[in-house]
């Protein structure tokens, strides 16, 4: 491995994208959304009619569908799924998926690889730090309010912020409490809780701590 690994993991619309791309951009490396990944796989879940809480069809999915997950698109079985896989049917199903213990063994094999081909970079998701990468140079814990997050979200693509943080406490509760892999906050780790910065105030103090540690060989 020759580059920085930077594990980023956080509950649902915590800003882990934005503060991740920014941080890959910053050290010149690339950028792997982890949740896409079980986003694409529920999206194929979907579309071929399998019901997400079955584990044996849901796995017979993952280890068939052709998904390139991009920092940019997302392609699954040949379609362009970039927008749906953000979708309310996807977003609802995902955390059946995501407690698959056969889907994640793939998915963090998947994951691995891509950084071995890379030689480093930095990989977002819920079990990044404390299963798919314990060794990472450097572990961020991004949070924010419930409340918070719902309307970041709801700026980002509408809706209602009452709904959208029910949605985002109960998708919360399943991923904490799932038992393979749960989200949870490695004692390695840095904690964020950026609910009361903007954006631009995340970046720069994630950059912060990524320079004071020369994670990335101070370039
Ligand atoms: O963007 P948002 O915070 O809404 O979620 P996401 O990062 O796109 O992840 C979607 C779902 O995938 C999560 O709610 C988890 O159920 C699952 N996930 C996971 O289990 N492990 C990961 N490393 C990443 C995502």
């Known amino acids: 491995m020759t580059g920085p690994v930077i594990a980023i993991d956080g509950p649902a619309g915590a800003g882990k994208s934005t503060v991740g791309r920014a941080?890959?951009?910053r050290l010149g490396v690339g950028y792997l959304d982890t949740g896409a990944m079980y986003r694409a796989v529920t999206f194929a879940v979907l579309r071929r009619g399998v019901d997400p809480r079955d584990e044996e069809a849901v796995l017979?999915?993952?280890?068939?569908?052709?998904?390139?997950?991009g920092?940019?698109?997302v392609m699954v079985d040949g379609v362009d799924a970039t927008r749906e896989i953000r979708g309310r049917e996807v977003t609802s199903?995902?955390?059946s998926v995501a407690a698959n213990p056969a889907v994640r063994s793939l998915l963090v094999d998947a994951q691995r690889s891509w950084v071995v081909t890379r030689g480093g970079g930095v990989v977002e998701g819920r079990d990044i730090g404390t299963v798919v990468?314990?060794?990472?140079?450097?572990?961020?814990?991004?949070?924010?309010?419930?409340?918070?997050?719902?309307e970041?979200?709801?700026?980002?693509?509408?809706?209602?912020?009452?709904e959208m943080e029910a949605s985002i406490i109960e998708r919360d509760r399943l991923d904490?409490?799932?038992?393979t892999s749960p989200l949870a906050v490695d004692p390695a780790a840095v904690t964020l809780?950026?609910?009361g910065l903007s954006i631009d105030e995340v970046v720069a103090a994630v950059v912060a701590e990524v320079e004071a540690r020369s994670v990335g060989g101070g370039r």
């Open 71 to 73: 920092e940019e698109r």
């Open 193 to 195: 809780d950026t609910s």
């Open 23 to 25: 941080v890959a951009d």
């Open 152 to 162: 970041r979200r709801v700026a980002e693509a509408g809706g209602d912020v009452d």
């Open 93 to 95: 199903a995902v955390s």
């Open 133 to 150: 990468f314990p060794d990472a140079d450097l572990k961020l814990f991004v949070t924010a309010s419930p409340r918070v997050r719902a």
């Open 176 to 179: 904490s409490t799932r038992e």
């Open 60 to 69: 017979g999915v993952a280890q068939t569908v052709e998904m390139t997950v």
